[in-house]
């Protein structure tokens, strides 16, 4: 029980650190390294706002899971993971990796549409791949978790 504290605990503190570096980005750093590239490249300036919104979008997603993350952790911490409660946070996390993977889909079709060269394409094609292997996983993950969930039921109803 110490251990799984520690690492709460732990885990805890990443997720504060990576969801305020996040909204630094979101605030400050994207939206400004936007309009640099529309300043010094005015044959992308178009690019400028679809970029940005994309990125805020993309790292809302990502905030998401780390509040579900969260809440996750607080009813581990209860030893209340196995209640349909868990269910609801692992959903808006499933959730939030469909929306980010089919945004990640469209610049991957617009990038290899307008591409010159392959390099660009293949390696937005691997983060579509991962993404969708990441989308899948998780919705593997929760089916085992509602069985876990049926199975600690009958058992409280046993006992």
């Given at each position: 029980?110490r251990k799984t504290y520690l690492a709460v605990t732990a ?29 010094e490249s005015p044959q992308l300036a178009y690019l400028q ?96 978790l509602r069985q876990a969930i049926t199975l600690r039921t ?6």
């Open positions: 029980m885990l805890r503190i990443l997720l504060v650190v990576a969801f305020a570096l996040l909204l630094l980005f979101q605030v400050m750093s994207l939206p400004g390294q936007f309009a640099h590239m529309a300043a706002w679809p970029l940005t919104v994309f990125s805020i979008v993309e790292l809302l997603c990502v905030q998401a899971v780390i509040v579900s993350t969260w809440k996750l952790l607080t009813l581990v911490k209860h030893d209340r993971i196995f209640s349909k409660a868990s269910l609801a946070w692992v959903d808006v996390i499933v959730w939030a990796v469909v929306a980010a993977w089919i945004l990640l889909l469209g610049v991957f079709l617009f990038v290899g549409f307008n591409a010159d060269d392959p390099g660009m394409p293949l390696l937005m094609f691997l983060f579509v791949v991962a993404g969708a292997v990441l989308g899948l996983l998780l919705v593997v993950l929760r089916a085992v009958d058992m409280d109803a046993v006992i």
